[in-house]
T-cell receptor
Framework: AQSVTQLGSHVSVSEGALVLLRCNYSSSVPPYLFWYVQYPNQGLQLLLKYTSAATLVKGINGFEAEFKKSETSFHLTKPSAHMSDAAEYFC??????????FGTGTSLTVIP | NAGVMQNPRHLVRRRGQEARLRCSPMKGHSHVYWYRQLPEEGLKFMVYLQKENIIDESGMPKERFSAEFPKEGPSILRIQQVVRGDSAAYFCASNMQGTNNSPLHFGNGTRLTVT
């Protein structure tokens, strides 16, 4: 069965510091992977997706993620945190049956 | 607005009443998913539908919950005889048919409160 694990349900960084949100997946086949962001009282918005075209994927708002098959990881990074990045972040993997599996989420707090 | 539309945004029901949550997928999308989210918890998959067909309902409670996606009109998530434990945010998402890397597009959710 497919699954994703997000290490750290809460992450705090100072404004301007590096953001690193971790995601590991379990998959017996090459997966399709996604990162979503959720702001309070809103639905999830797509940040970026990995579809095997390139291992380093750039998304919106300065975020990027690197697919590492050897580590079964797809960690999300941003070089410099902004106050507006405070939100909940979800990693997701999709199976060949078009079924999406989401991680439990990581809440990012940005400290001024 | 060409995005996923959910209504109502907020729904208050007394215990024992019925709740109907509606979702119109994004234009061109034929797959609809329903998720439930509780505070401090992630998204819990409920059901995956195509028009007139339930693909996967493994996340749906066995009783009181049902979902449909008719040929015409929005997808409906129906909760009969609501209880306080049904209070949550319910999100609908849609994507295109036949592509495994088609991302889900989410609505803004319906927040159900059972009093």
């Amino acid at each position: 069965a497919q699954s994703v694990t997000q290490l750290g349900s809460h992450v705090s960084v100072s404004e301007g510091a590096l953001v690193l949100l971790r995601c590991n997946y379990s998959s017996s086949v090459p997966p399709y992977l996604f990162w979503y962001v959720q702001y309070p009282n809103q639905g999830l918005q797509l940040l970026l997706k990995y579809t095997s075209a390139a291992t380093l994927v750039k998304g919106i708002n300065g975020f990027e993620a690197e697919f590492k098959k050897s580590e079964t990881s797809f960690h999300l990074t941003k070089p410099s945190a902004h106050m507006s990045d405070a939100a909940e972040y979800f990693c997701a993997v999709v199976t060949t049956g078009n079924q999406f599996y989401f991680g439990t989420g990581t809440s990012l707090t940005v400290i001024p | 607005n060409a995005g996923v539309m959910q209504n109502p945004r907020h729904l208050v029901r007394r215990r024992g009443q019925e709740a109907r949550l509606r979702c119109s997928p994004m234009k061109g999308h034929s797959h609809v998913y329903w998720y439930r989210q509780l505070p401090e918890e992630g998204l819990k998959f409920m059901v995956y539908l195509q028009k007139e067909n339930i693909i996967d309902e493994s996340g749906m409670p066995k009783e009181r919950f049902s979902a449909e996606f008719p040929k015409e009109g929005p997808s409906i998530l129906r909760i009969q005889q609501v209880v306080r434990g049904d209070s949550a945010a319910y999100f609908c998402a849609s994507n295109m048919q036949g592509t495994n890397n088609s991302p889900l597009h989410f609505g803004n959710g319906t927040r159900l409160t059972v009093t």
